[in-house]
């Protein structure tokens, strides 16, 4: 449990009541408390309000608005409110500005509109935290502290001369030595030697190629940077209200930002999701990702859905609305994948501003005539009914290892071909979605004990010792899966010489010699050993020789003809796989879904296409949440699994049937249903 003020799961949104008349306030309380909501966060955006002028505070307004909220039993998520820095702080100071690598400077008059490395940004945040702190850590609707909004969201990284400097002394202490620098940074390519601190820059615009090092340095800089301001509130706000939870919300395909990193600091995480419901884009992968990613940044914390929209966004070319249905369907998504809330952006619908088109909790029309907040409505009634689930956990086998470092330089361009991290990433995680099997995401270096199956998709950049943190594992019986491009680089990005994957030589069998990227209309076919069937590899082809490892699958044609795609290395007691190719979605699928199988890694029940199962687990209580992302009525089996729906409060057994967008959340009962899985 988050905060033992709501003992329940967290329900509500982002509330900006500053953009209305405090007449609106008490209808507000009145709708959140018809929605059953018991948890708003306010004043993400309030910078300005609370602090007009230097020195000068309104917390009145602020006073007044969390007393009506307290009296109306909503608890309050209180925003530190530094994500958009008020006019007169860039007028005092225009350094607060950031530059893009280009030298454009970014002005106000959006949000987000700040330098992470400007002293003048930090001084005056830190003081509206500090004045916060002191005026409402005792306020009985505090609940739990949000910290800025949505870290490099917009503006993902400065380059402005402020953070220059940084940059550089922040080099000066990671090298100690120029010379070291220019080892690192291989600098005796293209006459790029530096002789002093000072000459060196951020990597701004260039005739071509960076230096591939200094880029991925500036990466790790950037992050450090946001990091430090995230560490500069929370010190304040842990001084002044030690007990109370802080969270900063995440956003789970952001690159910029090192999750892992970040969650370690997190009382519970949190992240915001916005999967395109247009019909076709199976949105619901991109939201159960999302939700296991957050909930993966860091295992020990309680996970919140922070926002969503409750029917359309503003900020796409075509904004599809989530169809009936869809809204309550992908909330309970969260809830199946762990979430303790699901939360909204936003509360009411803004009049104006470049929002005032984003879906809200309670829109433009009337509440009483909309479908939307009768939906909302329906939501809390049914998150009102889900108690029980509270403090229980997803019991994970699976886990697909994500590097942030590693997305940094893969991505960074001038390899044998332009890779995108995540969709890897998620191609593997969907592989395994669809059967639908738990995944959590891991950090190399993290303990593996509870993992059967361990999925490193093109782990370009590896450091030395995680070859020895996969090597242990797998020695105990892990069986682990290494995808094509892994191995390639260390830390420094320096090639690891005599072999691509050489880290992980051993524990591979096998060496990689080179390779043959394919355009999206190439395709190279392979054929398994066993079968005979015949396959086609796409996007990226290797030569790989065996020293140790088995075959499974050969090519047939192309430069690597009769050299092996798919191979097995038998290793202690475990198994190491090597795809030394992407397969098509289908067989990504098929072969991984039959891998885990074949472990003993399995669903809870075999269900019809597009129905989603998650296991929720306290104790020896176990519920099962059934999802059905299809547009049509499905039925199955729950063979010897009985129970209560909970959100019916109707027993269930032998079949379930599942109406479009339709939810179970069932209760197991009986022991006959334990030894079953
Ligand atoms: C989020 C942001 C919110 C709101 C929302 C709109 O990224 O945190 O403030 O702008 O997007 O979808
Ligand atoms: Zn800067």
Known sequence: MISKKIPHLFYGGDYNPEQWPSEVWGEDIRLMQEAKVNFVSVGIFSWARLQPKEGVFDFAWLDELLDLLHQGGIGVNLATATASPPAWLVRKDPKVLPEDPNGQTYYPGSRQHYCPNSTSYQESSRALVRALAERYGQHPALVSWHVNNEYGCHFPACYCDVCAENFRDWLARRYGRIETLNETWGTAFWSQAYGEWEEIFPPRKMPTHPNPTQLLDYQRFMNESFLRLYKGEVEILRDVTPEMPVNTNFMAGHKPLDYFEWGALQDFTSHDAYPDPKPGEEGEIEGALANDLTRSFNKSVPMVLMEQVSSQVNWRGVNTLKAPGQMRLWSLQAVAHGAEGVLFFQWRASRAGAEKFHGAMVPHVEPAKSRVFQEIKGLGEDLSRLDDVLDSRIRTECGIVLSYENWWALEAGSKPRTFSYFSLLKENYTSLWRENLPVDFVVPGEDLAKYRLLVVPSLYLFRDEWAEWLRDWVHAGGVLVVTFFSGVVNEKEHIHLGGYGRPIRDLLGLWVEEWQPLHDDERVAFRFEESARREEAVYFTEKIHLEGARSIARYTEGPFEESPVLTVNDFGQGKVFYQGARFSADLQREWLGKLA????????????????????????????????????????????????????GQEVAESLSLPPFGAAVIEKQGNEVKKEG
């Open 597 to 648: 199988d074949e472990i003993g890694v399995q669903a809870p029940l075999k269900v019809p296409e597009g129905v989603e199962l998650t296991v929720r687990t306290k104790g020896d209580r176990e519920f099962l949440f059934c999802l059905n992302h299809q547009k049509e009525t499905v039925a199955f089996s729950l063979g010897p699994l009985r129970g209560r729906d909970l959100l019916t």
